[in-house]
């Protein structure tokens, strides 16, 4: 268990104290991991990292306020729309609503995409949603897992899924 050293105070410090999924220690006072999430955010609405963890911690309670997972997620794309994992994670929860819009799981993923498309897994998914587009480009389901597969060879539901599509070529081969 983690001792919090030097300043209780600060948001990023009790942020870190629950990153390591079992919590730790302030002075006699031991904490789970969402408990320093929740008390990171108190401090400090405003720590996008904070509402990441508390989102994969099942969510939680801020100022009096219960926040499910993908809600956590939500807040933290009103903080930072350029979040790319905040992005893909409310994909995977079916879409909400960001800055007053309504986002679906497909253009959540889309959007995690466009900030970086180097995410083999959220490739995946949108082949799943049926493909979709990702800036200026257009990608078929097949070409959707055909990236997938480019960036992490090794994801046996894109292999999978490729073959369901009747195939295609990844990497040259």
Known sequence: MLELD????KSRYWDCLGEGRDGGRVGEQ???????????LEIDGQNTSAWVNL??????QV??????????YQKE???????????????????GQVGGKEYSKKECLQRALEIDGQ??????????????????KEY?????????LEIDGQNS??????GVERGVQVGGK
Do not use: I, M
């Not at 030097?6 to 105070?9: A, E, G, H, L, Y």
């Not at 031991?30 to 990171?40: I, L, P």
């Not at 100022?63 to 956590?72: I, L, P």
């Not at 078929?140 to 997938?148: D, I, L, P, V």
């Open 77 to 95: 794309l009103e903080v930072d729309e350029q979040r790319k994992n905040a992005w893909y994670n409310l994909g995977v929860k079916g879409g």
């Open 63 to 72: 100022g009096g306020q219960e926040y499910s997972e993908k809600e956590c």
């Open 55 to 60: 989102g994969d911690a099942g969510g939680g």
């Open 6 to 9: 030097p300043d209780p105070s």
């Open 119 to 136: 995410n083999g897994t959220a490739w995946y998914n949108l082949g799943v949603e049926g493909g979709g587009q990702v800036g200026e």
């Open 157 to 162: 539901y894109a292999w999978y899924n490729l």
């Open 140 to 148: 078929s389901e097949k070409e959707c897992y055909q990236r997938a």
């Open 30 to 40: 031991e904490y789970s991991a969402k408990e320093c999430h929740e008390r990171a």
